[in-house]
Each structure stands twice: as structure tokens, then as C-alpha cells.
């Protein structure tokens, strides 16, 4: 398998459930991300995990908990979310620095619900 | 922080047609990258170029790192490029990309 592996690639969830969005990345980078996207909004960078640490957390709520086990894998738990909260998350990764870095590679996305 | 504004916001064309869609940001950058996202969701990369000329099949692209600007060639458009194109940057060599708000695109046959 190659790539930015999300799962699910939907979720309905209810305001008092705790949820976890799983990214898995094939491609030996050593960088993972968390974006957001909602309606008629660019894409937000949530947190970004570089060599498995947390570099970045752009005031994100804390009912977003990422977790990062390893540079292939990715989580974001979540847990009393809000409607609003309601978005496409989408998980990327990329190689930070070396010879010959190529950008970001997207997963498909999980489309969350909230309700 | 970066600012990323993208033009047009919308584009129709019909099939054939050539375009051109533009970047501009407000600092100096050290990536840039166009997306293509397509109507699932699904966000494609185009082009990884911070600087310069690059040539992908019928899609090309030119950054122009001086004077902030980035311009998106599509040439001879197919029903297949509709969607939203994304432009982003990023200035920290950590690839932590600011995403412009896109131009949504729409090829009719």
C-alpha cells in the first residue's frame, strides 16, 4: 500500500462520544499534519508532528488530542466536540529537509459529523 | 502572518479552453505548492515549486519568488480538472503550508 491512509473516511458522532481518526503514511516521511477544512474556509493547519514531535498546536481546542506513536502513524482523538466542529480533517505528511523534498502528500480525508 | 490570495475565486470554461489561475503572497517563501482537490475531497499535489518553471502533462507552472507571485497554466481543459485548486506556502523551511482560499473550477463539456 502506498501513501496517506485515513480511516474513516466518514464519521457521525454525537456531542458526548469519544472518537479517533487514525492517518497512516507509507511514504518514509518524517513529518505529519492535521488540517481542517470546513465550508466556504481555507484549510487550517492544526498541529504538526516533525521526527514524532509536536511542533505546532495553532490554539487548537483542547477536545482535539493528536497522538503520534511513531512517524507512520497518526491520531486525533476526539471527545465532547461541538457542531461546529463538523469538517473535512484531512492528515498529510511530507520529508522536512534532504536533497530532494517534494511537498505535502494528502490522505483521502474523514468528512465528521457531529450531531 | 502570510497572506495567500488566489484569482479568480470561480472559473467556468468549456472544454478545450485554456486558463490561468494566480497566486500572490504577501512574504518571501521557501515552498510552494499547487493542489488540485476534487469533488470527493481528495487534494492532489500539482507542483512543489518555490521557484521557477515546471511542466506536468497539460498543466504547468511558474513562481516568480521576487515578486510573490505564482501562476497555474491549464491548457486544452477536460471535464476531469473541475474542482477547487489550491495555492500554498509556506516561510518557515518546515513545511507548515498557508493555504489560500482556492478557485473553484468548472469544465463543461
Known amino acids: 500500500e502506498t501513501g496517506v491512509t485515513q480511516t474513516p473516511r466518514h464519521l457521525v458522532m454525537g456531542m458526548t462520544n469519544k472518537k479517533s481518526l487514525k492517518c497512516e503514511q507509507h511514504?518514509?516521511?518524517?513529518?505529519m499534519y492535521w488540517y481542517k477544512q470546513s465550508a466556504k474556509k481555507p484549510l487550517e493547519l492544526m498541529f504538526v508532528?516533525?521526527?514524532?514531535?509536536?511542533?505546532e498546536n495553532n490554539s487548537v481546542p483542547s477536545r482535539f488530542s493528536p497522538e503520534c506513536p511513531n512517524s507512520s502513524h497518526l491520531f486525533l482523538h476526539l471527545h465532547t466536540l461541538q457542531p461546529e466542529d463538523s469538517a473535512l480533517y484531512l492528515c498529510?505528511?511530507?520529508?522536512?529537509?534532504?536533497?530532494?523534498?517534494?511537498?505535502?502528500?494528502f490522505g483521502s480525508g474523514t468528512r465528521l459529523t457531529v450531531v | 502572518g502570510i497572506q495567500v490570495e488566489q484569482s479568480p475565486p470561480d472559473l467556468i470554461l468549456q472544454e478545450g479552453a485554456n486558463s490561468t489561475l494566480r497566486c500572490n503572497f504577501s512574504?518571501?517563501?521557501?515552498?510552494l505548492q499547487w493542489f488540485h482537490q476534487n469533488p470527493w475531497g481528495q487534494l492532489i499535489n500539482l507542483f512543489y515549486?518555490?521557484?521557477g518553471t515546471k511542466q506536468n502533462g497539460r498543466l504547468s507552472a511558474t513562481t516568480v519568488a521576487t515578486e510573490r507571485y505564482s501562476l497555474l497554466y491549464i491548457s486544452s481543459s477536460q471535464t476531469t480538472d473541475s474542482g477547487v485548486y489550491f495555492c500554498?506556502?509556506?516561510?518557515?523551511?518546515?513545511?507548515?503550508?498557508?493555504f489560500g482560499t482556492g478557485t473553484r473550477l468548472l469544465v463543461s463539456p
Open positions: 500554498a506556502v509556506d516561510r518557515t523551511g518546515f513545511q507548515k503550508l498557508v
Open positions: 498529510a505528511s511530507s520529508q522536512v529537509g534532504g536533497a530532494n523534498p517534494r511537498g505535502y502528500t
Open positions: 515549486i518555490p521557484s
Open positions: 512574504d518571501s517563501v521557501n515552498n
Open positions: 511514504l518514509g516521511h518524517n513529518a
Open positions: 508532528y516533525n521526527f514524532k514531535e509536536q511542533t
